[in-house]
């Protein structure tokens, strides 16, 4: 009856916050039936209601705060004698209120007793025709649940249904209706409990559809900072067709919830489905969740569902794309841990070998726990002590106190210098770590920006025209700072072979360097992790299947052949990274990553692939920690051994034992918030390639990414200490092309926008909510170095 209650935070909300639930649009009544001056009279003719914590655990308040219409709010502050306590009622969440629900007309219905006033008097709170049923009937239910908690001082999780039960009143409600005059006159229409809604979402005791709202002005209460434009009710999409099964892989019985984008919400759907994980063509397969009475899904097995266990609330939530495009987040939820770890098993062995193309069994036993890992919560090692933790959340709180301020001074957060209309975009970005400058790349052109002591971009110079030493001229495809900040290694796309070396002190490519004859450079690195900031001539360069150093100094082609390593096998080398040391990970498309402590040998440690190619890498100064890109996650690897005989080692340096496999982190959205994204922008998840904040003698603490319009940054203490979603955001109205810290902070960071570049401190970025994900950056608005330029 009561099952939602069994989701936990992701229906009761972040405790962090002292509002819970709203229902923003409606009126409040007061109803004296038995009052010989008037049968009821409206306090609030536009309010919102909201169930609050309080300051002591296990107390919750109802609270009515009244709504003004554009302007009005504006002459209320500007008169002499406010009273804020006029605008808002508050009423203690306690079982004697006898809080019930019905629909009257098409409105939902609150009513609760007035406990000061006399015998039978009640307040009504009547819901705008707008406000969603699944909004109304999820109100209730965290009502039932604070009573429940401040009655037995204990979380409701623990609540049986026949305990909450005790709190679901049936006390018939009269109209508050100016015309009715007689209290005998009661409502017409079935009550609306969360009983009616959570056994089902189409059962007959339903009540009607709401009704069009008219067309009002904007309304607000006093606290709220910003409206949001209303999102419809999600409603499940048509399941497409099965293909033919095969073998089946996973069948378990499950709840089924629907993730509502409205409401912010999971809504149960259907208490007992059949999911079902199949095989259905070669390294191809399908997911179907099939009802009593109604196929609800089905849909191929792919990176894009976006998959998250979690076994504290036995849940498995995903990401399903409608054909259009839409995306939707599920929530499956199973009746233990033994049933949940079968599916788990048999969804993961799908993904695993429709990304792999190799069947799950022949997989290592280790290499099959280490994909099981990755895709659950887990704690890694070395998390911060309890002191620790609450300095950052006392740091986080005020970052996130700030942040959450939507005032219409946001934009000065970031410094911004505008392109020109060229018909060109911003397309890469180098971040000097000698001299505060950056570089982004404009087709044909790069544009040279100062970093500015108060954390702000100006810009410098531009070099107009990259053409090689003969004169053609040609768009960078890859570029890298080199040698003191004063020279920048860039390929042209036309010629894999070579490289070309711009003197940044002259604006010209002074120097072609030709590798090999027939191995080409698919892509360069660093010799070690700061060797920009010194006279290091030597970098590190791939192709698909070599890895090997590049000497500038050497004679004809540059490619040193004592430090070539080359495989047999097609690896497909798709990124590399070095420590401070010189320590080399390597990444492939297949997604499985070596790690060397030097050229020319075979890998000390090869980290298994959880199936998607990896697109980007990097690694911690001192090699600890392993960053891996993803189109739809990122990949975190602990590089250092807890224990065995190398315990101390870093998988550079000694091979991890059979029994002591690496410990990874899978750093994805959370699916819910995918859904919010793409809801608002149409944009499938693909992330760029995510970095560590870096510096000489700092610890990294931070990574930055971007996914289409949102930058996210992620808190490393908070990811290593298995804290819920330990990333926050900020969205622009474009997309944005690149991103990095500033070189030594984890406070700024430079994106590229297709005709923007801007300076962003991270006190900018949101914790993921509606509004944040909802509310791009406006752009240009800001009063300081806003730079007029011909880049």
């Not at 009821?40 to 609050?52: L, P, V, W």
């Not at 239910?141 to 049936?170: D, G």
């Not at 360097?513 to 590190?540: C, R, Y």
């Not at 420590?579 to 990553?593: L, M, N, P, R």
Request: a negative charge; proline letters at 5%.
């Amino acid at each position: 009856m009561f099952m939602l209650r069994n989701v936990g935070k992701l229906i009761f909300g972040d405790p962090t916050k002292q509002d819970i639930i709203q229902l923003d649009q409606g009126q409040l009544y007061i109803v004296r039936p038995n009052s010989v001056k008037a049968y009821s009279e409206c306090i609030f003719k536009d309010a919102a209601a909201t169930i609050r914590r309080t300051s002591t655990d296990f107390h919750y308040q109802l609270v009515i705060q009244r709504a003004y219409e554009e302007g009005e709010e504006q002459l209320v502050d500007d008169a002499e004698d406010v009273d804020d306590a006029k605008d808002e009622k508050t009423f203690l969440l306690d079982e004697s209120l006898h809080l019930r629900s019905t629909f009257r007309d098409g409105q939902a219905v609150f009513a609760w007793r007035d406990l000061s006033g006399d015998p039978g008097d009640l307040y009504e709170f009547i819901c705008d025709p707008g406000v969603l049923p699944s909004s109304v009937s999820t109100f209730e239910l965290v009502a039932i649940q604070c009573q429940f908690e401040r009655r037995f001082r204990k979380s409701h999780e623990t609540a049986t249904e026949q305990e909450l039960h005790q709190f679901s009143f049936s006390d018939a409600i009269p109209s508050a209706s100016p015309m009715t005059t007689s209290p005998t006159h009661t409502t017409s229409g079935s009550r609306f409990s969360p009983v009616a809604k959570v056994v089902s979402p189409a059962t007959k005791s339903m009540p009607p559809p709401p009704k069009k709202a008219s067309a009002t002005p904007t309304r607000r209460t006093r606290s709220q900072k910003k409206e949001l434009s209303p999102i419809l009710a999600t409603i499940a999409p048509e399941a497409s067709a099965a293909p033919e099964a095969g073998e089946i892989l996973s069948s378990e019985n499950a709840e089924l919830h629907l993730y509502d984008v409205g409401s912010c919400m999971f809504t149960l759907q259907d208490r007992e489905v059949v999911v079902t994980v199949s095989e259905v063509g070669q390294w191809q397969y399908w997911l179907q969740i099939e009802g009593r009475e109604k196929t609800w899904l089905g849909q191929p097995v792919i990176a894009d569902i976006n998959p998250v266990f979690n076994f504290e609330y036995l849940s498995f939530i995903f990401n399903h794309y409608s054909a259009d495009g839409t995306a939707y987040s599920w929530l499956l939820r199973f009746k233990d841990m033994e049933t949940e770890e079968r599916f788990q098993e048999g969804l993961m062995r799908a993904l695993w070998e429709q990304l792999n193309e190799q069947k799950w069994i022949k997989a290592k036993d280790q290499d099959r726990e280490y994909v099981l890992e990755a895709f659950q919560d887990i704690t890694m090692e070395d998390a911060p002590s309890a002191e620790e933790e609450e300095e950052i959340e006392e740091i986080e709180e005020e970052m996130g106190n700030r942040s959450e301020e939507y005032d219409s001074d946001e934009e000065e957060d970031d410094t911004h210098v505008k392109g020109e209309s060229d018909g060109n975009e911003n397309s890469q970005l180098a971040v000097g770590y000698k001299h505060d400058r950056s570089f982004v790349v404009r087709g044909g052109k790069i544009g040279v920006f100062k970093h500015t002591d108060n954390d702000g971009l100006e810009f410098a110079t531009n070099i107009s025209k990259v053409q090689t030493p003969k004169g053609r001229l040609f768009e960078p495809k890859k570029v890298m700072l080199h040698g003191e900040d004063t020279s920048m290694i860039m390929q042209d796309a036309n010629d894999p072979n070579s490289v070309y070396r711009l003197d940044l002190e002259y604006g010209k490519v002074v120097d072609e360097w030709k590798v090999h004859d027939d191995i080409p450079i698919n892509i360069f690195a660093p010799e070690s992790k700061f060797a920009q900031m010194s006279g290091e001539q030597t970098f590190l360069g791939l192709s698909h299947n070599a890895l090997y150093r590049v000497d500038p100094r050497l004679s004809g082609n540059k490619l040193v052949e004592s430090e070539l390593k080359q495989y047999v096998s097609k690896n497909d080398f798709s990124a590399v990274a070095t420590t401070e040391k010189g320590y080399i990970a390597v990444a492939s498309t297949k997604g499985d990553i070596r790690l060397f402590d030097r050229l020319g040998i075979n890998a000390k440690t090869h980290i298994p692939a959880l199936g998607e190619a990896i697109i980007g890498l990097d690694v911690s100064a001192d090699g600890r920690w392993v960053l891996a890109t993803c189109r739809t996650y990122l990949l975190l690897v602990d590089a250092l051994q807890h224990e065995g005989r190398n315990e101390g080692k870093l998988g550079f340096e000694k091979a991890f034992a059979k029994d002591c496999k690496p410990r990874p982190r899978r750093l994805g959205l959370n699916p819910q918030h995918v859904a919010q994204m793409q809801a608002e922008t149409k944009q499938p998840l693909s992330f760029t390639a995510a970095k560590f904040n870096t510096g000489l003698d700092t610890s990294e603490t931070a990574i930055i990414t971007s996914t289409g319009q949102f930058m996210i940054t992620w808190n490393l203490r908070r990811v290593i200490a298995g804290k819920k979603d330990p990333y926050t955001l900020k969205r622009y109205s474009e997309e944005v092309k690149a991103d990095n810290f500033r070189f030594g902070s984890d406070k700024n960071v430079i994106v590229a926008l297709p005709n923007e570049v801007n300076m962003v401190g991270r006190q900018a970025f949101k914790r993921p909510t509606r509004e944040s994900i909802a509310t791009p950056v406006r752009q240009l608005r800001g009063r300081r170095s806003i730079v007029d330029s011909p880049y």
